[in-house]
């Protein structure tokens, strides 16, 4: 199979060009705001608002509002058609989803896939970028593997994804990293920013690490 990709969107291009996604997951989303200022001052511009988080809608809507036009904010978690026009709405640039299915959208979709059969089918259908979820379990060498075969496919891996792991993802062959739990930490419900921000500097020094 030959590498046939359509050229990115300007959204997924952003995402690609930052090589990190931000998965910002709480309880409620009320800490979301702080986080997302620390996060862009580091240098982290792709967002992603889980709308399993009280508040998330609401949340995307501010976030568009106070953060630069150049932070792509989106929505993730996004299981139903009804979701995705719901958080579109509320101004989300981008959709992520743990599972595949949604018909198409407005913005860009990234579905999530664990096995070559969904990414092959993902990027049959088009998908800009595919979630690999949970990646944590698989590893840097799943990617590498299946990137053999599927040398076109634009794979963000996303789940159980340490701080020290980014590099090895993106030299294997991912586009970017999401990051959850690892980055965000305890910072989402009145943890320490600084050290949030000390995570984020190490996560985009990462990007840079694997890319010079």
Known sequence: MTDQRAPLDPVSAAIVDSGLVAVLRAPTADGFAAVADVLVAAGITALEVTLTSQGALEAISGLCRQL???VMVGAGTVLTDDDAKAAVDAGAAFLVAPVGGLGPQSVPFYPGTFSPTEIHAAFRAGAPLIKLFPAGGLGPGYLKDVR?????????????????????????????????GPLIGDAATGGSL???AARARHAVDAVAFARS
């Open 68 to 70: 630069p036009d150049t």
């Open 148 to 180: 053999g075969p599927l040398p076109g496919v634009r794979i963000m891996p996303t789940g159980g994804i340490g701080l020290d792991d980014i590099a090895k993802w993106l030299t294997a062959g991912a586009v970017a990293v999401g990051l959850g």
């Open 194 to 196: 600084t050290a949030l």
